[in-house]
Nanobody, 122 residues
Framework: QVHLVESGGGLVQAGDSLTLSCETS????????IGWFRQAPGKEREFVAA???????VEFADSVRDRFGISRPYATMLHLAMSSLKPEDTAVYFC????????????????WGRGTQVTVAS
């Protein structure tokens, strides 16, 4: 069983930065590609960013490519560093895992976290 636990959400102002964390086991990082999705009120869940099993490849949605970064600072931690936040970034952010990075990009997810709320005030 894969457990993904998100943290770091909160209320920020437009233009601020915020880093989300996803905690899981080292074995999960070596077995699955891990990434982030978000879901705004009334909208479908969408892909944000992901990193491959050994951290060699990353993918970003076009809407965040120039503002967000993804990294694995520790063996059990994935970070989503968000900068220049906009009100349209307001959403619940979910950590997700899949056997292939390409599967994550297209939304084929095997495991989900419970999510963390990010609210960007204008």
């Amino acid at each position: 069983q894969v457990h993904l636990v998100e943290s770091g959400g909160g209320l920020v102002q437009a233009g601020d930065s915020l880093t989300l964390s996803c905690e899981t086991s080292p074995r999960t990082f070596s077995t699955y590609a891990i990434g982030w999705f978000r879901q705004a009120p009334g909208k479908e869940r969408e892909f944000v960013a992901a990193i491959s099993q050994f951290g060699t490849n990353v993918e970003f949605a076009d809407s965040v490519r120039d503002r967000f970064g993804i990294s694995r600072p520790y063996a059990t931690m994935l970070h989503l560093a968000m900068s220049s936040l906009k009100p349209e970034d307001t959403a619940v952010y979910f950590c997700a895992a899949s056997g292939k990075l390409t599967n994550l990009v297209i939304g084929s997810v095997e495991y989900w976290g419970r999510g963390t709320q990010v609210t960007v005030a204008s």
